[in-house]
T-cell receptor, first 115, second 113 residues
């Protein structure tokens, strides 16, 4: 089945630093790719997504580009803030029995941003 | 929209007791997912329903775990008997089948002593 490998961290950065979180995937077909974020004490929420090769997802200053040639979907932000401290999950879609889709998540990476 | 609602938010129980976790999905969503999150194993999909029917339960750890979805607005995850290794945060998520964005509840933190 499809799988995702991402940086696990934890990572600590200073405010305004540049952030890259690597994510690579193994998949048959053309899955959709996602980044989810989990703030302390909360459930996961969608940060951004891309549905086909060369698509760029963006939200809240974060960006990720679907790279089919390198099977990657790296998350970047040019200047992180303290409020970006969270756990970040890379995920891709996978077909279940019956043709519906489920998500396969990476292990998550904890980011702490210090003032 | 109230989002996905889970209850209770926290549950502390003793080994051997029955535990029931509850989930109300977003109205209009027809897919529902139960996940377990631990430090050691990360986020694991336990079971997935589509139109109230269990589609994939390959992630359910063992027979002590069971899940039901009697109608489109309610699901339960039951552990009987509970064991300390079941301690985790359990998340419920819902989505439209034709769209693959999942919306997560705030989770239930379970501690089995």
């Amino acid at each position: 089945g499809n799988s995702v490998t991402q940086m696990e961290g934890p990572v600590t950065l200073s405010e305004e630093a540049f952030l890259t979180i690597n994510c690579t995937y193994t998949a048959t077909g053309y899955p959709s790719l996602f980044w989810y974020v989990q703030y302390p004490g909360e459930g996961l929420q969608l940060l951004l997504k891309a549905t086909k090769a060369d698509d760029k997802g963006s939200n809240k200053g974060f960006e990720a580009t679907y790279r089919k040639e390198t099977t990657s979907f790296h998350l970047e932000k040019g200047s992180v803030q303290v409020s970006d401290s969270a756990v970040y999950f890379c995920a891709l879609s996978d077909l279940t029995q019956g043709g519906s889709e489920k998500l396969v998540f990476g292990k998550g990476m904890k980011l702490t941003v210090n003032p | 929209d109230a989002g996905v609602i889970q209850s209770p938010r926290h549950e502390v129980t003793e080994m051997g007791q029955e535990v029931t976790l509850r989930c109300k999905p977003i109205s209009g969503h027809n897919s529902l997912f139960w996940y377990r999150q631990t430090m050691m194993r990360g986020l694991e999909l336990l079971i997935y329903f589509n139109n109230n029917v269990p589609i994939d339960d390959s992630g359910m750890p063992e027979d002590r775990f069971s899940a039901k979805m009697p109608n489109a607005s309610f699901s339960t995850l039951k552990i009987q008997p509970s064991e300390p290794r079941d301690s985790a945060v359990y998340f419920c998520a819902s989505s439209w089948t034709s769209r693959n964005i999942q919306y997560f509840g705030a989770g239930t933190r379970l501690s089995v002593l």
